[in-house]
């Protein structure tokens, strides 16, 4: 995807005369990152000012929003950014969003769960929705701060609250699932001509695997089983695969020994969804990836699996398809856990 955000953005500044371009152009649109000036919020927002998808880039913090800005703003790509910094400015931040990305919040140290983190961020949360329900009710959501198993039904209960919930324009990204399970598979494997080889760009992009559940711990659930393309794993490096992939955020934490947890394989992340949401957006057909959305595929409310996203936002939860006797334990494993994260959402957005 990079590559080609590269290649757009560079094409955007080339010398072909406007007036011929812009009828092939897609409509331009407004994102705005709430959390702009974060580990996550300053890559991604970066990585958002490249995307040719977005005319105008909406940046947002309680504090350091005019450097960033300024810095960004530097970038020579036909992205307009604006920054605004305080609570008092957030409706001018968001009004007109197409799409609103969520990165703030703080992040773990080693030892937490992402479910220490709830006291602080599930208020920041809310108190972000608060505001998106108020200045952009339409504008797509995708929520990056963790715990995320909680934090979208918090969002989701803000909305329905205002009256402005649609359970298509909300989205849990975890798309940073997706990556390191792509990542370890292609790591792992050898399938020589297929594509993968551990190796280059080119063979991770063959790479595919969904990831189903949440996002915490066995929550994460990858399904090797429908990795693309096939190989001849053991059960025993199955069970490691899924389990570094469980475990990435934590191996991040850890490495990072106090200063944060991942921001840029989340910005990468982030990028890779909040682009698959505008292209859904505009038109493009059969744009699918993994997200954690409201769904009944199981019995939990919320489940993150394949979604299908067009001109509304999620146009179709897909299935689970079929899983291996080992994913279906870690499926019924999860439930619990994935519930109850769930509820604690629920409870407080309704509570406070
Ligand atoms: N979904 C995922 O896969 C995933 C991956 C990595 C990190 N995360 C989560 O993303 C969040 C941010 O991580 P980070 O490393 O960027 O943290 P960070 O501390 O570097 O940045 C967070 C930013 O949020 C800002 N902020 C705090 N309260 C705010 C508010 N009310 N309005 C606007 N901005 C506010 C802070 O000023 C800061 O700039 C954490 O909760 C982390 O756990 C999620
Ligand atoms: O691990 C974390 O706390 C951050 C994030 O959820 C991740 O998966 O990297």
């Avoid at 950014?81 to 400015?89: D, L, S, T």
């Avoid at 890779?272 to 957006?281: T, Y």
């Avoid at 057909?285 to 993150?304: M, W, Y």
């Amino acid at each position: 995807m990079m590559r080609s955000i590269l290649k757009n953005a560079s094409r955007s500044l080339s010398s072909v005369p406007r007036r011929k371009y812009s009828s092939v152009l897609p409509p331009g649109r407004k994102v705005v990152v709430l959390g702009a000036a974060g580990g996550i919020g300053q890559p991604l927002s970066l990585l958002m000012k490249l995307n040719p998808l977005v005319s105008s880039l909406s940046l947002y913090d309680i504090a350091g929003t005019p450097g960033v800005v300024a810095d960004i703003s530097h970038v020579s790509t036909r992205t307009e950014v604006v920054g605004y910094m305080g609570e008092e400015n957030l409706g001018k931040a968001l009004e007109g969003a197409d799409l609103v990305i969520i990165p703030a919040g703080v992040p773990r140290k080693p030892g937490m769960t992402r479910d220490d983190l709830f006291n602080i961020n599930a208020g920041i949360v809310k108190g972000l929705c608060t505001a998106i329900a108020k200045y952009c009710p339409h504008a797509l959501v995708n929520v990056i701060s963790n715990p995320v198993n909680s934090t979208v039904p918090i969002a989701s209960e803000v909305f329905k609250k205002a009256g402005t919930y649609d359970e298509r324009r909300l989205f849990g990204v975890t798309t940073l699932d997706v990556v390191r399970a792509k990542t370890f598979y292609a790591g792992k494997t050898k399938v020589g001509d297929a594509g993968i080889s551990g190796g280059s760009i080119n063979s991770y992009k063959a790479v595919n695997v969904p990831v189903v559940g949440g996002h915490a711990g066995i929550t994460i659930l990858p399904l090797f089983s429908q990795a693309t393309p096939k190989a001849n794993l053991s059960d025993e490096e199955i069970i490691a695969l899924t389990k570094r992939t469980q475990d990435g955020g934590t191996e991040v934490v850890e490495a990072k020994a106090g200063k944060g947890s991942a921001t840029l394989s989340m910005a990468y992340a982030g990028a890779i969804f909040a682009d698959a949401c505008l292209q859904g957006l505009n038109g493009v057909p059969n744009v699918v990836k993994c997200s954690f959305v409201q769904s009944n595929i199981t019995e939990l409310p919320f489940f993150a699996s394949k979604v299908r996203l067009g001109k509304n936002g999620v146009e179709e939860v897909l299935g689970l398809g079929p899983v291996s006797d080992y994913e279906k334990q870690g499926l019924q494993a999860l439930i619990p856990e994935l519930k109850s994260s769930i509820e604690k959402g629920i409870k407080f957005a309704n509570q406070s």
